[in-house]
């Protein structure tokens, strides 16, 4: 028998607050009833305030991050499109297979899985396109199975440095709701989430929001769609009502996680993200193990991929860490599996939560065969965190 609680320090799915989950646990209702479709439509405007967007449109699709990365292809590309992605982990490999799978012509630039989005080499190709080939430009906000972050206003930047008009799609999953995201300021045209990361709710519910730009590219898009067709979701845009049977439930745990990001404060959110993400990378440093990121700079502030010393196999520090102390750990994905294991830090966290984390990832470390100091990490994020707080913001 288990006793106590099993902490998540997975990448998402993310804790769920207590205030959602009593959200969720309401009758089933009339989803076509005649206050359903304005209790909607607020949650659609406080989701673009996440996205601080005022100009484009959000749609909630029933389904998972993955749904809304194909709705964002299939209604505003052409089959044989040309389109420029880059693959440094395990995310934005996938996302390339998805691009290939629905007929796109995918021109990759293959990376080192810990490094960012190519900025530069994005730019030398988007300025030799003379011709307009390239249909659409991908990034990988946050790779969440690295645990890197790219720069996103650096991709507008090339973009409109070399006067290109291809679209930009960016993958928020793991990094919308937890650091900045700016979708009008950054140019971006598709932006996808989903709701079980930094929005706190349970899956359920792939996020996309759209430009006018790419609005308006959807209504020329030859790709074929049927479930995910935008056409479909214009009377959820304007009425609230969905044209298919929504998850109520997940609805309100939604309406009660945006009211408690939006009385933290964004602003906030993002800064206690950075707080406790820095408290991990000191942690880690203090073990004398690397991350996966290959530069602090780049280092993500949602999720941190710590590589274990050789000899090690990650995967034991993964389940020693569970069998043992009821906490799990996310795991190396694909070709990393084994080297690394990963600490979730976004969502509904503090740093209590994350001393935690480090607290047992030194003994499942050590017990899985890594010299690390019992105390080290830990002590090294205490303080940081004793000196954050003069500047505590997460209390709300
Ligand atoms: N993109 C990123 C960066 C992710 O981290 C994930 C899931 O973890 C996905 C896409 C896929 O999202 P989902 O599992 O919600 O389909």
């Not at 959602?20 to 673009?48: H, S, T, Y």
């Not at 080192?112 to 906000?141: C, M, S, Y």
Request: aromatic share 8%; net charge neutral.
């Amino acid at each position: 028998m288990r006793t106590g609680i099993n902490t998540l320090f997975i990448p998402g799915p993310t804790n769920v607050p207590e205030v959602v989950r009593r959200a969720m646990n309401v009758p089933m209702e009339d989803q076509r009833g005649p206050e359903f479709g304005a209790f909607v439509l607020g949650i659609l405007a406080d989701l673009k305030k996440v996205y601080q967007t005022e100009t484009g449109r959000v749609i909630l699709y029933p389904g998972s991050g993955t749904g809304a990365w194909e709705a964002a292809i299939t209604n505003t590309l052409n089959p044989g499109d040309k389109v420029l992605m880059a693959r440094h982990g395990h995310f934005s490999t996938l996302w390339a297979e998805m691009a290939t799978k629905l007929g796109l012509d995918v021109e990759l630039v293959d990376l080192a899985w810990g490094a960012a989005t190519p900025v530069n080499e994005f730019a030398r190709r988007l300025a030799a396109d003379r011709q307009g080939k390239i249909k659409a430009v991908f990034v990988t906000h946050n790779e969440t199975a690295t645990g890197v972050t790219s720069d996103v206003a650096a991709v507008r930047k090339v973009l409109d440095d070399s006067f290109h008009d291809a679209l930009l799609f960016v993958d928020g999953v793991s990094s919308i709701g937890s650091v900045e995201f700016k979708m009008d300021a950054w140019g971006v045209d598709l932006a996808v989430t989903g709701s079980q990361k930094g929005l706190m709710c349970p899956a359920g519910f792939g996020v996309l929001a759209v430009s006018q730009k790419a609005l308006a590219a959807s209504a020329q898009a030859t790709s074929k769609r049927a479930f995910f067709d935008l056409k479909d979701y214009d009377m959820l845009a304007d009425t609230g009502y969905f044209p298919y049977t929504p998850p109520a439930q997940l609805l309100h745990g939604m309406r009660a996680a945006l009211d408690r990001i939006l009385a933290e404060g964004l602003e906030n959110v993002f800064a206690r993200h950075a707080r406790l993400a820095e408290g991990i990378r000191r942690g880690v440093a203090a073990w004398g193990l690397e991350t996966c990121a290959e530069h602090q700079s780049i280092a993500s502030n949602t999720v941190t991929a710590i590589r274990v010393p050789e000899g090690v196999d990650a995967r034991d520090v993964i389940r020693i860490g569970f069998e043992r102390y009821n906490t799990s750990f996310g795991s190396g994905l694909a070709r990393l599996g084994g080297k690394v294991f990963r600490i979730g830090h976004l969502g509904d966290l503090n740093e209590a939560m994350c001393l935690t984390a480090l607290s047992v990832a030194e003994m499942a470390l050590a017990e899985a065969g890594a010299a690390v100091e019992f105390g080290s990490g830990v002590a090294a994020a205490q303080a940081w965190y004793a000196q954050g707080r003069a500047v505590r913001t997460n209390r709300i």
